[in-house]
């Protein structure tokens, strides 16, 4: 069973089909460098723009690369893919909001015009309605019926394919026993935790054994605990599921541990791909690089010497000519009060642009002639006088700063 | 004693009274004006079990319809996305606001003799007798606007990412609406049912113009009651009094479960 999308939908938001679920709240800590959350923000007015965009912006022909990028305010967006799922893998869907994860899903189930082709398992889907497709959706809120049992909501599925209902039932209550919850078939949604109701939304999607799994962003609306648990499920639950499944979320850990490949979105374009392995250590978008914690520097290669904003960087690392990224372990960055001396380096004078506490650990925004985060320990902070406005001295040893083509990789 | 200002003192309880009153004082009188040593008479003389008992049937008859038409209707409305469903929802709306005489006259082109449908049905022998259907029909007319509006109103609320999930799941848009739309919105379609029914008990204006005032035949309760008004003003109070007591019965047992 695979999975393979491309083509282009357009999104426009109406105050109808607008969902309102709340994004991730949690991991602030993340948004430490403060620029590139002019992205998030700019993003964000999509999916709450007002109504005065035109029901669908012009298509027809194929767009020009820049009717792809965000309209900001206006609020409507094609989005361009091509995309391919194979059989068992969990693929993780990226990008700031509004960056068309949804619409990309939502376009997956049918309920959503693909100007394209979507082929499952050998499949054209493209002309198929939803009930004619075979997806599973799970979305933030576990939005179960009301008005059934856990066990009927699970073999609501099943029951709408033609199955009796005797058998519908026993298959539900297999279902249902597969995510740990056989012992609360006959409760109703509203007597189930926010956990428990969302082992049932993934019983009820996966009940009528569907060649595509999708889940918009599952685990955002649980407390951590209770996240940390689904997750764990999650986890388990899709290790023994043969079909494609995809995946959008906010968290980083969910993409690290959960799925089988990153795949990040912005602006209704897929940026960039890769293992979580690769994403974590040489990530290609500002976005990744944020949500793993790193710092990415857009850098020019020229005869071996390595520039960033016209500053030459040190670096044990040798590649050629052209654009590259420069990544920085936070943790790799050292804060002096004065010019150090010793062994080769990075030495720049920097001006400290917030500090974050998490624990023993601080996260330090720095800006000047490089913009980085340095994590330090929060005793450093005290000693250093660490406050925002204060100059500080940076080194960053040359062994520690990677360096990788800007194309390629993840 | 409290020391938040409590809205009860403040001079928004002087209109608040006037309404009240406005409302309240109308039903006193009916009832302070009732003779109850009469009242068996008095009923008799207004005829009050035939209209009474073709009231019940009428607007039972009509609520019945108004569910099984306006439901699908409500349903179509609230999730049609065109502008034809604007145009549509305004229409459905105007007989909730047209004079119910003016209903009736436009019945009576519908479906009398050279009428819009009235024409063909004479020309193949079928002719709209001055019967209880003629009074379905004018109660129909002026009661679905009220139905269709109020559940509709509850489907809009309806999320619709549960249609979503029900359609990814294999349901047909017969069976989402089978399933999941009326289920989660029974109370919508109680409290709609219930307008429909309290607007069709209410019906004077069309049904005496379309189905005129026949006793036994077409002489609803208010219909009754206008016309003992000018034999025996008894009558008339005593007719009326029983209505009053029949619809603040039927609201009680209403209220608790589903009118708030």
């Known amino acids: 069973m695979s999975l393979h999308v491309t083509g282009r939908a357009t999104y426009a938001p109406s105050p109808r089909n607008v969902t309102n679920s709340p994004r991730n709240v949690t991991n602030t800590s993340r948004n430490v460098t403060s620029s590139p959350r002019n992205v998030t923000n700019a993003s964000r007015n999509v999916t709450s723009s007002p109504r005065n965009v035109p029901a669908h912006p012009p298509s027809g022909e194929l767009s020009p690369p820049e009717r792809a990028v965000l309209r900001g305010g206006a609020g409507g967006f094609t989005l361009h893919i091509d995309l391919e799922v194979g059989p068992g893998e969990v693929l993780a869907l990226l990008g700031p909001n509004g960056s068309g994860k949804t619409t990309l899903l939502r376009t997956i189930a049918g309920l959503h015009p693909l100007d394209g082709t979507l082929t499952v398992d050998g499949e054209h889907w493209s002309d198929r309605s939803p009930q004619q497709r075979s997806v599973g959706l799970v979305l933030a809120q576990p939005l179960l019926f009301p008005h059934l049992s856990a066990l009927d909501n699970v073999a609501y599925g099943l029951r709408s394919r033609g199955h009796q209902r005797a058998a519908s039932r026993q298959r539900a209550y297999a279902e249902l026993a597969a995510v740990g919850m056989e012992s609360f078939a006959a409760q109703r949604p509203s007597q189930l935790s926010s956990g428990q109701a969302a082992r049932v939304a993934l019983a009820r999607a996966l009940a009528p054994g569907p060649k595509v799994l999708l889940l918009d962003e599952p685990l955002a609306t649980l407390d951590p605990a209770t996240r940390s648990d689904i997750r764990g499920m999650l986890r388990d639950r899709l290790r023994g599921y043969p079909g494609c499944t995809i995946l959008v979320t906010h968290d980083t850990l969910d993409a690290l541990t959960v799925t089988d490949r990153l795949c990040f979105l912005e602006g209704g374009r897929i940026v960039a791909t890769g293992s979580p392995r690769e994403v974590v250590a040489r990530p290609t978008t500002p976005y990744a690089a944020r949500m793993v914690g790193l710092n990415l520097l857009a850098a020019e290669v020229m005869d071996g010497r390595v520039l960033v904003n016209s500053n030459e960087i040190q670096t044990s690392a040798r590649i050629g000519d052209g654009a590259a990224w420069v990544g920085i372990r936070p943790s790799a960055i050292s804060l002096w009060p004065a010019p150090p001396h010793g062994s080769p380096r990075n030495l720049w004078q920097l001006i400290v642009d917030g500090i974050e506490l998490s624990g023993q650990t601080a996260r330090v925004a720095l800006t000047g002639a490089v913009d980085v985060v340095a994590e330090v320990t929060t005793a450093a902070v005290a000693d250093l006088d660490l406050r925002p406005g204060a100059p500080i001295w940076v080194t960053v040893k040359a062994t520690e700063v990677d360096v990788y083509p800007k194309t390629g990789g993840a | ?260």
Do not use: H, K
Not at chain 2, 172 to 185: I, Y
């Open chain 2, 1 to 260: 004693m409290s020391v938040r200002a409590s809205a009860v003192r403040s001079p928004l309880v002087i209109p608040a009274a006037v309404a009240v009153a406005i409302l309240v004082v109308p039903l006193a009188a009916l009832l302070v004006r009732l003779d109850w040593a009469s009242l068996p008479a008095d009923l008799r003389t207004a005829g009050a079990a035939e209209a009474l008992w073709l009231s019940l049937r009428t607007t039972l008859v009509t609520t019945l319809l108004c569910v099984a038409l306006g439901t699908p209707l409500a349903w179509l409305l609230a999730r049609a996305e065109s502008r034809w469903a604007s145009l549509l929802r305004a229409l459905v709306t105007v007989p909730l606001v047209l004079p119910p005489v003016v209903g009736g006259v436009a019945l009576l082109l519908t479906w009398g003799r050279l009428g819009l449908i009235g024409g063909p049905l004479d020309s193949w022998g079928i002719t709209l007798p001055y019967n209880w259907i003629r009074v379905v029909i004018a109660e129909t007319f002026v009661s679905l606007p009220f139905y269709v509006l109020a559940v509709e109103g509850a489907m809009a609320a309806l999320d619709r990412r549960y249609d979503d999930i029900a359609a990814t799941l294999g349901a047909s848009p017969a069976r989402t609406f089978r399933t999941v739309a009326v289920p989660l919105v029974l109370p919508g379609i109680a409290s709609g049912a219930t307008l429909a029914w309290a607007r069709a008990l209410g019906e004077f204006g069309a049904t005496i113009t379309f189905a005129g005032s026949f006793p036994g035949m077409t002489q609803t309760a208010p219909l009754a009651v206008y016309q003992a008004l000018d034999v025996d003003q008894n009558a008339a109070t005593a007719l009326a009094s029983v209505m009053l007591v029949v619809c603040v019965a039927v609201l009680a047992l209403l209220r608790g479960r589903w009118l708030r």
